[in-house]
């Protein structure tokens, strides 16, 4: 039996596979990086958002797992701040696996500036996080907008020469706000970000989260994630990066079907460790060959030919 | 897998301990809680207050019993105003513990405490003291800080205690005691607890002697899951890969720097 293919392409970066570890879950720290990459082998690892400033983020609790699976996240963009970009991409370079830098800002200006020390450092892509959904100022009332969404990228993408990916949210106009990010000069849409969630602890009768409404994340949110790359793809076409609830083979196989060339696993991480990427590709591997397929891009977007 | 739930808790019973020390036992409203391993912990959550980490300092089927030390406004809160009915959340069984109690079969094992350190090891000790020769090094700085020996003096052959002002057996630390007692005792493996700077001295002594063991680690823990990498030691997650570590990975994790 030949080994199916499982190299991808997304704006222009060589993906050894199509599983790559998203944002948000323990990686703003060289040395945890580090560990993803040896335990895990994602294709590539998107970095924590990192701001102009450190943040130290909201006071716990921050994260609950959910009775119903997935997570309720308000960690409010804690991260060491721009002086961590350097380190954080060198270990990408030390280890062959390309690092992109997920940046926000509070201004224009941030965005690019932090854009610009990125590349200053060799970085080979920007993220822009253009949804967090629990942080007043910082991402969600601007991801919304469709012109903030076109006029942010465009700032950046005139500023750098490295391609920017935009994460977006799952807001009711994802199609339209996709198609201005496509506009402004993304390279590829990473769809989508938690969605505002809330839980409540019925005998103390208070929210839990300490910043009372947080992103949801993990399963819960995949069937609606695989829907708006469905939806994007058969209108825009564009490249796409699925994330929300990849949590094994299939998961990911689903958004590789509805037309993400890639997909990012994060929520799934905290639970069964970097391990269960290499679990992800192999899974993949092996349905490749039962299917009898030879490449990846036999599934890509298939299911827009039915 | 039900760990990371946020679990709604009552308090039933609340013992004083010290002047600023009460032990709360626990019971979960919905889920059974599975028997904690030796040094795994709950994230305690105070509506109002933080989501701290607590060690366990004993488990009774339906109930955990924590022992609360006040030290910030958390702490403090529940020191002054916790009693029985009052309704609190807990994540947990959380970490690593030490997996495998029955190993220390017919070892001789020396638990050192620094402070509220003794918490952890009270459910430690109740756990092994029927397989392996249970012996206590126990520090505090003064007298009246010392708890739970009634507990102890039931599980452990011997008992050595040291106060930093002389008020209670020896004068000194509980590292300074450690390396008087421990050569006379040679124990197969040590067990420590307390402030970071006493599981670095006693894990760099232990070492250099040739005595195994683990140290339960302190950090800052704010997600307990394994998910926010504040607790992050060289390049352990201390919330996840430990907070039980053995020495040579808790030395290999602090000379890994920060």
């Known amino acids: 039996m030949v080994n199916p293919i499982l190299k991808t392409c997304i704006a222009g970066i060589e993906l ?13 720290q060289p040395q945890l990086l580090e560990r993803a990459i040896v335990e895990g082998e994602p294709s590539a690892i998107v970095t924590k958002t990192i701001t102009w400033e450190a943040r130290e983020g909201y006071s716990p609790p921050i994260i609950i797992e959910l009775p119903q699976g997935g997570y309720l996240n308000a960690v409010g963009l804690a991260n060491p701040g721009k002086d961590s970009i350097p380190s954080l991409i060198e270990v990408g370079y030390k280890y062959n696996t390309p690092v992109i830098v997920s940046i926000a800002g509070s201004s224009i200006k941030e965005f690019t500036d932090l854009a610009i020390l990125a590349e200053e450092h060799k970085c080979i892509a920007i993220e822009l996080n253009l949804s967090c959904p629990h942080v007043k100022g910082l991402g969600a009332e601007l991801g919304r907008d469709p012109k903030m969404v076109y006029t942010v990228i465009k700032e950046v993408s005139s500023v750098i020469k490295i391609p920017v990916l935009a994460k977006l949210g799952p807001w009711d106009n994802i199609v ?25 602890d019925i005998y103390t009768m208070r929210p839990i989260l300490s910043n009372v409404i947080g992103g949801l994340s993990g399963a ?12 994007v793809y058969r209108e825009l076409e564009p490249e796409i990066i699925g994330v929300g609830g990849v949590i094994d083979y299939e998961s990911a196989i689903e958004f590789l079907l509805a037309g993400a060339k890639a997909v990012q696993v994060v929520s799934a991480l905290i639970k069964n460790g970097f391990k269960v990427i290499r679990e992800i590709v192999n899974g993949i591997e092996d349905y490749l060959n039962i299917m009898n397929l030879k490449s990846i891009n036999d599934i890509i977007g298939v299911i827009h030919k039915f | 897998m039900v760990q990371g739930i946020m679990k709604s808790a009552i308090i039933t019973r609340i013992i004083k301990e010290s002047k600023d020390c009460i032990s709360i036992y626990l019971r979960s409203l919905k889920y059974r809680i599975s028997k904690p391993k030796p040094g795994q912990f709950i994230m305690l959550w105070v509506p109002s207050y933080e989501e701290i980490p607590m060690s366990i300092s004993g ?8 022992t609360v030390k006040a030290r910030g406004a958390t702490t403090k809160y529940l020191v002054n105003n916790a009693k029985p009915g009052l309704f609190l959340g807990f994540k947990g069984p959380l970490g690593r513990g030490i997996d495998d109690v029955k190993k ?8 050192i405490a620094g402070g509220i350190g003794i918490a952890p090891l009270a459910h430690l000790a109740y756990e092994i003291h029927s397989i392996a020769d249970t012996y206590l090094i126990y520090g505090t700085r003064s007298a009246s800080e010392l708890i739970l020996l009634k507990e102890f003096k039931n599980l452990c052959k011997d008992i050595y205690i040291s106060t930093d002002d002389g008020s209670r057996g020896f004068k000194g630390t509980v590292v300074e005691l450690a390396t008087k007692v421990l050569p006379l005792i040679k124990p197969d493996a040590v067990i420590v607890a307390g402030p970071k700077e006493i599981l670095k001295e006693i894990a760099l002594y232990a070492n250099k002697i040739g005595i195994d063991g683990w140290i339960l680690g302190e950090s800052i823990f704010k997600c307990g899951i394994g998910a926010c990498g504040s607790c992050t030691i060289g390049k352990y997650i201390l919330c996840k890969d430990g907070p039980v570590l053995t020495i040579k990975e808790f030395i290999k994790a602090i000379e890994m720097g920060n």
Do not use: C, F
Request: net charge positive.
């Open chain 2, 59 to 66: 488990y009774y089927g339906d109930e955990l019993r924590i």
């Open chain 1, 176 to 200: 339209q706000v996709s198609n201005k990010a496509l506009e402004g000069g993304a390279k590829a849409l990473v769809l989508i970000n938690t969605i505002r969630g809330m839980i409540i």
């Open chain 1, 220 to 231: 819960p949110l995949h069937p609606i994630a695989v829907r708006i790359v469905y939806e």
């Open chain 2, 104 to 111: 220390l079969w017919n070892q001789k094992v020396v638990l």
């Open chain 1, 16 to 28: 050894k596979h199509p599983v790559m570890i998203g944002s948000g879950v323990l990686n703003d």
